[in-house]
């Protein structure tokens, strides 16, 4: 366990290097994109916001409530973006289909550490993470929730759930590129923009199917509306709003949908270790 420690520790501080050499090396280019992810984030809240701006109580939140979820929303996006945007570790369909994950798989360190530390890019991918919590805390104050130490611990707890249901459905479906490389090559695309475009949109007066939907097999609820209403709750009412059933939903679907996606990728490594890729591309992660 503490040899494991040390290599991940290891791997992240060679890939922070990295992402720092870049801005070093190529500023302006930086700071362009830099700017680009800012406008795209304020882009992706700019119509929930309008909305609730202009009918009282849209979907059962306020209009405070409303941009609370908003920073929540935007932080998972920049915890995704610090963590797992480099080298296309996010959008693993990519390595998969493209027959490059024998570039990780004969790195001396874990498949697994590999995978979790080289999208790392606390540099370049920290503008969304940074706005996101400027704008829940902006949203918590004008909402009236209490920001102490409990309310910052549950909000990481929260945030880290949300995360993992994220890449654990990005994973999973990109399982298909093992068995379907060329088909599947850009699957996990299209799962990420699932996530980015409707998780901000708020699911409380949305009844019956629809709403389960949402909250399982295509669980973009878990990771802005769900999460919000608990934090907004425990914020207003205290530890006592949380200690209710509902509120374990969260973090036993995050688990629950991770050891599915580890198993499934499992399953597709033992696969493309037997018949490899038919369509190797050499040119890297572009």
Request: charged residues 10%.
């Amino acid at each position: 366990m503490a040899d494991n420690f040390k290599t991940l520790t290891r791997l992240y501080r060679q890939y922070a290097k990295m992402d720092l050499l870049w801005f070093l090396r190529d500023t302006r280019y930086f700071f362009i994109q830099l700017i680009s992810d800012v406008v795209s984030g304020g882009c992706t809240i700019a119509g929930i916001c309008l909305l609730s701006a202009n009918f009282k109580n849209f979907s059962g939140m306020t209009q405070n409530e409303i941009l609370f979820m908003m920073g929540y929303a935007l932080f998972i996006d920049g915890i995704f973006m610090v963590f797992f945007i480099g080298n296309n570790t996010g959008m693993v369909s990519r390595i998969i289909g493209r027959g490059q994950l024998d570039h990780i798989m004969i790195q001396p360190v874990p498949l697994w550490a590999e995978l979790l530390a080289q999208g790392f890019a606390p540099v370049s991918g920290s503008p969304i993470m940074i706005l996101g919590i400027g704008l829940t805390a902006y949203g918590a104050v004008r909402a009236g929730i209490l920001i102490n130490a409990f309310a910052i611990l549950l909000f990481l707890f929260y945030s880290t759930c949300s995360i993992i249901i994220v890449m654990s459905f990005i994973y999973l479906i990109s399982c298909s590129a093992f068995y379907a490389p060329a088909a599947a090559e850009e699957i996990a695309v299209v799962g990420k923009d699932l996530f980015s475009t409707l998780k901000t949109y708020p699911l409380g007066n949305m009844k019956g199917f629809q709403k389960h939907i949402f909250l399982s097999v295509i669980p973009v609820g878990l990771c802005a509306w769900f999460p919000s209403t608990l934090l907004i709750k425990a914020g207003k009412y205290g530890l006592g709003a949380v200690l209710i059933p509902e509120a374990f939903y969260l973090p036993a679907a995050a688990a629950i949908l991770s050891v599915i996606a580890i198993i499934a990728f499992k399953k597709g490594i033992k696969h493309y270790e037997t018949f490899g890729s038919p369509r190797y591309s050499g040119f890297g992660h572009r």
